[in-house]
Every structure is written in C-alpha cells, then in structure tokens.
C-alpha cells in the first residue's frame, strides 16, 4: 500500500470520526463494555476449567476473544474515562441551582460541551437560557 493511500484512508477515518462527534461518548462506552465482557468471558473460561471440555478451535476462540478484549480495553481507557468524566461534569453542572455558581463554572462546562459535541452543548445552553444565563461565546 503506496504512503498517500494509507495517509488518504486515515484522513477519511478522522474526518469519519469527527463527523460522529456526538456520538463519541456512546460509542466508546459500547467497545468499552463489549470488551470488557469479552476479557470476562475468557476469565470465566479459564476459572471454570471448561478448556478441558472444549475442543482446539474453541479453546483459540476463547484466548483470542480475551486478549482482543484486553488490547481494546488498553487502548480505549484513557479515552473513554477522559469522556465520561467531562460527561459526569456536566451532568452535576446542570443540578446545581445557585446562578453564581453556574457563572463560575461555566467555561469548565462549556469545555465539557463542545468536547462531547453539540447534542450536549445545545442541552447546556438550553439549561442556562432556563436559569436566565447567557452562555459566553468562545
């Protein structure tokens, strides 16, 4: 595969990606837990000593099921708890009452909405427009 080929084909899987901005954090958490389940899967394999039962090609299929799911769940980590931490920050953001608390945290929430994409920046804005804030532009 030619250098610009493999450049052209990452470049459409990042604007794809961004593209599904709003959807990032569904997305992670579905592979996260997927491959999660995976490595419980293969730990359940192993405890209960069922490759004594199984024949080769299901025994393979098992380890390979759990170190999948263990490199996913490496790789996607830092990533998903990063996303789901700015998705918890908003969400307690959006009980607080005191006005002059949201003022002093809204650029943190604001942050948090555009990282999550615009479904929760419009839920954000639609929030303090309710309180009687107006959200800065940055």
């Known amino acids: 595969m030619s250098k610009n080929a493999k450049s052209s084909l990452r470049e459409s ?8 901005r709003d959807h990032h954090l569904t997305i992670m958490t579905t592979v996260f837990v997927i491959s999660l389940g995976m490595m419980l899967f293969t730990l359940v394999f192993i405890i209960t000593g069922a490759y004594n ?12 099921t759990g170190i999948v799911g263990v490199i996913v769940a490496v790789f996607l980590w830092p990533e998903f708890f990063y996303l789901r931490g700015r998705y918890n920050f ?21 942050e ?3 990282i999550l994409g615009t479904r929760y920046l419009d839920k954000l804005r639609k929030f303090l427009l309710e309180k009687g804030i107006k959200m800065k532009r940055r």
């Open 13 to 20: 899987v990042s604007k794809k990606w961004e593209s599904l």
């Open 53 to 64: 039962e199984w024949g080769p090609e299901q025994n393979a299929l098992a380890w390979i």
């Open 90 to 110: 908003l969400r307690e953001y959006m009980q607080i009452s005191s006005p002059s608390e949201l003022r002093k945290e809204m650029a943190e929430a604001q």
């Open 112 to 114: 948090a909405g555009k």
